[in-house]
């Protein structure tokens, strides 16, 4: 069965720094793989996609990058970061390469606080 | 902008009784449906997901779907003081990835 890993589960992180969250996924290959972020009393809301290895899609402009360095791995990345990425980022994964319907499932998240 | 509107509740439902949480979106051509629990503190998990019009039962699950009215509805039956969470309506824009919009979310407590 497929499994989806996301660390850490908490972050308290200060304004300026650096940030690396990494999610992975097991049990399948070429996942379409995505991050999400949930602010305080805010709706999901979409920032990056993948549907492979190197390719990268961003939704909203925002202090943040992704990658995708391996198939079943995908990286959130800030060089700098602002007291309004905090939030509860959550990595997600559906089934890639098919052209159809199909649905997205979560990881456990992380939540960060930039003070 | 494409939305999904909730209404966020509180929605207070005694145990036992049908919850009813209903979601509408603004993308006519949007092509799948999800709902989506959520405990506070932890992430969503998926538990119904339609595509077609109509409706699909699953337990105690019931997502309707109303492509014409851009509505798409969840009915809980037997509610039970584990069902109380907040819900998520979510929308695909299109088939392949899974682009989802999210709308609020519904908070629903189950009273015993």
């Known amino acids: 069965s497929q499994t989806i890993h996301q660390w850490p589960a908490t972050l308290v992180q200060p304004v300026g720094s650096p940030l690396s969250l990494e999610c992975t996924v097991e049990?399948?290959?070429?996942?379409?793989l995505y991050w999400y972020r949930q602010a305080a009393g805010r709706g999901l809301q979409l920032l990056f996609y993948?549907?492979?290895?190197?390719?990268i899609s961003s939704e909203v402009p925002q202090n943040l990058s992704a990658s995708r360095p391996q198939d079943r791995q995908f990286i959130l990345s800030s060089k700098k970061l602002l007291l309004s990425d905090s939030g509860f980022y959550l990595c997600?994964?559906?089934?890639?390469?098919?052209?159809?319907?199909?649905?997205?499932?979560f990881g456990q998240g992380t939540r960060l606080t930039v003070v | 902008q494409k939305e999904v509107e909730q209404n966020s509740g509180p929605l207070s439902v005694p145990e036992g009784a049908i919850a009813s949480l209903n979601c509408t979106y603004s993308?006519?051509?949007?092509?799948?449906f999800f709902w989506y629990r959520q405990y506070s503190g932890k992430s969503p998990e998926l538990i119904m997901f339609?595509?077609?019009?109509g409706d699909k039962e699953d337990g105690r699950f019931t997502a309707q779907l109303n492509k014409a009215s851009q509505y798409v509805s969840l009915l809980i039956r037997d509610s039970q003081p584990s069902d109380s969470a907040t819900y998520l309506c979510?929308?695909?824009?299109?088939?392949?990835?899974?682009?989802?919009?999210f709308g609020q979310g519904t908070r629903l407590t189950i009273n015993p």
């Open positions: 979510a929308v695909n824009e299109s088939m392949g990835a899974q682009k989802l919009v």
């Open positions: 049990g399948t290959s070429n996942p379409n």
């Open positions: 997600a994964w559906s089934v890639g390469g098919t052209g159809e319907n199909t649905e997205a499932f």
């Open positions: 993948s549907v492979g290895i190197g390719q």
């Open positions: 993308d006519r051509g949007s092509q799948s």
């Open positions: 339609i595509y077609s019009n």
